[in-house]
């Protein structure tokens, strides 16, 4: 399971520094955006993030929403859970992890199965002439909380 893509260094001052890197101002939101999504390394939503007692002033949602796009844009953070109720964002780097999403609370579970699709990115990796071949799998289904 534990595959990794070495996209973002794991420490605050190494996620900022990528950030000043994309041409991203260093702005206090920015700082808790990422120290929440550092702490918690879990898939989270804007209002989980927004708040989080580590997120440490008042953001209003769009500023949020705005920031979330730059840093998805730079490929610093990935989006999970589109097609459900609520997006969810993490950071990019550590291990690579695929996910079951509730289509009714927008819940996210981890998929705790060995992922089936690395042999086939390196294979399309070596016939396309592509590199730095990354996949994402999202499961829908219903939850056994929904379920009951």
């Not at 260093?26 to 708040?51: K, N, Y």
């Not at 981890?110 to 390196?122: A, F, G, Q, S």
């Amino acid at each position: 399971m534990g595959h990794t893509h070495s996209h973002t260094p794991q420490t605050i001052d190494a996620l900022l520094d990528a950030c000043r890197a994309a041409g991203m101002r260093r702005t206090m939101a920015l700082r808790c955006f990422l120290e929440v999504l550092l702490e918690e390394s879990r898939p989270m939503t804007l209002p989980e993030i927004a708040g989080h007692p580590r997120f440490g002033i008042t953001c209003d949602p769009a500023t949020l929403y705005r920031l979330a796009a730059r840093l998805e844009e730079h490929r610093l953070i990935r989006q999970i859970g589109f097609h459900s109720r609520a997006a969810h964002y993490l950071l990019r780097g550590g291990a690579h992890q695929d996910y079951l999403i509730c289509r009714d609370c927008g819940s996210i579970a981890v998929l705790d199965v060995e992922c089936p699709v690395h042999e086939l990115e390196k294979n399309i990796e070596t016939t396309s002439g592509f590199s730095d071949i990354e996949h994402e799998l999202e499961f829908y289904g219903t939850c056994r909380a929904c379920r009951n």
